[in-house]
């Protein structure tokens, strides 16, 4: 299956983001931040998500994913709201700097929204430098945000506007 987008890591490897195999599992990409307990049924939660596979040089080392999110009633209050899980093989790598930003500068050309979102655990140290290496801004703490298995957590907020890739030089 053909790429829809593409870029390169600092030293070099393709990352590609493209539309899943019929029937292909998406790449196990769980961690700490991943332990839920049990789980909403999707429609009662975002609704419709979108997911790509990431690959890098040729092979599926994780996968993003998008919501819409809405902050008033107008088309002009929406944001896309974004996600990514890597293999731990890929961590560390800047695969997943790269794969977040090709999403958001794709969300924003492709669509009327001004905005794309993301956050991550307050703890999470790799994916704040992933963010802020992808161009992303960050915008302040969501106390008690998230429910895990172990307690509450915070997260820390990030987005990415329309404009942000002509300041940032992306």
């Not at 870029?7 to 700490?32: A, F, K, M, N």
């Not at 931040?33 to 596979?53: C, F, M, N």
């Not at 599926?60 to 002009?76: D, E, K, Q, S, T």
């Given at each position: 299956m053909s790429a829809i987008l593409e870029g390169r890591t600092p030293t070099g490897g393709v990352v590609i983001l493209r539309p899943p195999i019929d029937g292909e599992p998406l790449p196990d990409s769980s961690s700490e931040y991943d332990e839920w307990g049990e789980k909403l049924p999707l429609s009662q939660t975002a609704g419709h998500i979108e997911r790509l596979v990431v690959e890098c040089d040729g092979i599926a080392v994780g996968h993003v994913g998008w919501h819409r999110v809405h902050y008033g009633p107008n088309l002009g209050s929406c944001a896309w709201?974004?996600?990514?899980?890597?293999?731990?093989?890929?961590?560390?790598?800047?695969i997943g700097s790269v794969a977040q930003g090709l999403?958001?500068?794709?969300?924003?050309?492709?669509?009327?929204l001004d905005r794309v979102e993301a956050s991550t655990d307050v703890t999470n140290i790799a994916e704040q430098r992933a963010l802020e290496k992808a161009g992303f801004t960050r915008e302040g703490v969501l106390r008690s945000a998230q429910q895990?298995?172990?307690?509450?957590?915070?997260l820390y907020s990030y987005?990415?506007?329309?404009?942000?890739?002509?300041?940032?030089?992306l």
């Amino acid at each position: 299956m053909s790429a829809i987008l593409e870029g390169r890591t600092p030293t070099g490897g393709v990352v590609i983001l493209r539309p899943p195999i019929d029937g292909e599992p998406l790449p196990d990409s769980s961690s700490e931040y991943d332990e839920w307990g049990e789980k909403l049924p999707l429609s009662q939660t975002a609704g419709h998500i979108e997911r790509l596979v990431v690959e890098c040089d040729g092979i599926a080392v994780g996968h993003v994913g998008w919501h819409r999110v809405h902050y008033g009633p107008n088309l002009g209050s929406c944001a896309w709201n974004i996600g990514i899980g890597l293999t731990e093989s890929a961590q560390g790598r800047g695969i997943g700097s790269v794969a977040q930003g090709l999403l958001a500068r794709y969300l924003l050309v492709t669509s009327p929204l001004d905005r794309v979102e993301a956050s991550t655990d307050v703890t999470n140290i790799a994916e704040q430098r992933a963010l802020e290496k992808a161009g992303f801004t960050r915008e302040g703490v969501l106390r008690s945000a998230q429910q895990r298995v172990d307690g509450r957590h915070d997260l820390y907020s990030y987005s990415f506007v329309r404009g942000d890739e002509l300041r940032s030089g992306l």
